[in-house]
């Protein structure tokens, strides 16, 4: 069985895992990292996304094995001492309803927002085509991720 290490939220984790094995069950099954969900088995939701090497990646299309020597950020690795400003958006904008699609959504949004900092209402939209919210809540998540930018910008002048 091959042997993986993986740094995820900042710890490093040793395993052997199935080569079958998709990364989102060993998040989730292996090291309890319940977070990041799973919504789909087309690869169509988005709900299992998590940042890998700086990059969103829906973790039900990848092997485990692919994640071998990569640095991973789930949702429950976000905050940092306080909710990042999407977390704290989404909350406050009430972007959700019963929150399944939350993480997913959140995690594309940080990608997003790194590549975009500033984005228009159409490049949310377009950003987060990959994420499907079953509650139809997109206009108060669009809201939440543009309200978050303006956050991180002025943090950003203020840094
Ligand atoms: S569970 Fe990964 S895209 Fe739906
Ligand atoms: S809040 Fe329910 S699926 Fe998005």
């Not at 094995?65 to 789930?74: F, I, L, N, S």
């Not at 594309?108 to 228009?120: F, I, K």
């Not at 499907?132 to 206009?139: D, H, N, S």
Request: charged content about 20%; some cysteine; proline content about 4%.
């Amino acid at each position: 069985m091959p042997s993986i290490s993986v740094t995820i939220n900042g710890t490093t984790y040793t395993d052997d895992v199935e080569p079958r094995l998709l990364f989102v069950h060993y998040l989730r099954d292996r090291l309890g990292l319940t977070g990041t969900n799973i919504g789909c088995d087309t690869s169509n939701c988005g709900a299992c996304t998590v940042m890998v090497d700086g990059s969103s990646v829906k973790s039900c299309t990848m092997l485990a094995v692919q994640a071998d020597g990569t640095e991973v950020t789930t949702i429950q690795g976000l905050a940092d001492g306080e909710w990042h400003p999407l977390q704290k958006a989404f909350n406050t904008e009430h972007a959700l309803q019963c929150g399944y699609c939350t993480p997913g959504m959140i995690m594309a949004s940080v990608d997003l927002l790194e590549r975009n900092p500033d984005p228009s209402e159409e490049e949310v939209r377009d950003g987060l085509e990959g994420n499907l919210c079953r509650c139809t809540g997109y206009q108060n998540i669009v809201k939440a991720v543009r309200s978050a930018a303006a956050e991180m910008r002025q943090q950003e002048v203020g840094a």
